[in-house]
């Protein structure tokens, strides 16, 4: 076992493990100094000291720097305030540029080193000649960076169609894959505006609980099979699988149909009528 500590280095971030440093107590959300291949970096932690197993992290396990003091915190502070303005500087040279691009966010490199731009473009961008004009305007060295549709709401944030912040800017340290075959099975509607996040990709929440509905098609019949019923014999119309109910259909006699619900486990039916465990999955969502 290993003595780590988890550090994130935004809201909803990627967790890092570090090494904590001999005699300090780390608490949640507590600002520290890290090194990573990028630098010294400022972050907070995630996940206070704790111990793992060795092969769940990437060795050699970098140690804190040290907990971040007032002087870190106020240059931090410093960096933050700059960024608006950064923004609209970089803003306007696109423009000028006439480059095909949307900025979307920048850091400062917590050693002054340099500047990082991120955006998004539907092509690739030739940017040379902009950098060039940044970094005379910005007397530091920078460096733009293409992100993806996903990325963007990652880091601006916005309210999703259910009324909470985007999983990905508030809880997702990581992108996980979704395909509309996750939307099949839990029998959503296929329009696009349905089940499509602000970034217009598939909404990440679809995989959430892809594991119930699988687990659940396992126990429950094929809708328009056949299945026996305290009633007689029936037709599956549709599957409630969060109740683990039957709907099924019967002739009424008169040419119609009755309708009604069941528990799954008071209906008989083959086994073999049962959802297929392995159906073929549409082209998956891929993380950008």
């Not at 990627?14 to 904590?20: G, I, Q, R, S």
């Not at 972050?43 to 971040?68: F, G, M, N, Q």
């Not at 970089?90 to 900025?103: D, P, R, T, Y």
């Not at 490199?109 to 092509?123: H, P």
Request: proline share 5%; glycine share 8%; hydrophobic share 35%.
């Amino acid at each position: 076992m290993v003595k780590v500590v988890g550090i994130k280095f935004k809201n909803g971030g990627k967790l890092y493990y570090f090494a904590p440093r001999e005699g300090e107590t780390y608490a949640r959300n507590m600002p520290v100094v890290v090194e990573t291949a990028r630098g010294t970096e400022y972050a907070w932690v995630a996940h206070p000291e704790k111990e793992i197993e060795e092969s769940e992290i990437v060795t050699p396990l970098k140690p804190i720097v040290r907990i971040a003091t007032q002087k870190d915190r106020d240059f931090y502070a410093a960096c933050e305030a700059k960024k608006p303005q950064a923004i609209r500087t970089c803003k306007e040279k696109i423009k000028e540029h006439g480059l095909e691009m949307k900025l979307v966010d920048c850091e400062h490199a917590f050693d002054g080193s340099k500047i990082v731009f991120y955006f998004t473009a539907a092509a690739r961008v030739d940017f040379r000649e902009l950098v060039k004009d940044l970094a005379a305007t910005f007397h530091t060295r920078i460096e733009l960076r293409q992100v993806g549709t996903r990325d963007e709401t990652k880091y601006l944030g916005g309210i999703a169609p259910c009324g909470r912040v985007c999983c990905c800017a508030g809880n997702m340290p990581e992108f996980k894959k979704v395909s509309v075959r996750m939307a099949k099975a839990q029998n959503l509607s296929l329009n696009p505006g349905k089940i499509s996040g602000l970034c217009g990709r598939l909404m990440c929440c679809l995989g959430y609980e892809m594991e119930h509905y699988t687990e659940a098609a396992k126990k429950l019949p094929k809708v328009g099979s056949e299945v026996g019923t305290p009633d007689g014999k029936a037709t599956v119309a549709s599957l409630n699988m969060l109740k683990m109910e039957v709907r099924v259909k019967q002739e009424d006699g008169a040419g119609g149909w009755v309708f009604k619900d069941f528990p799954a486990s008071e209906l008989k039916y083959k086994r073999n009528n049962a959802q297929p465990q392995n159906e073929e999955e549409d082209d998956e969502e891929e993380t950008e």
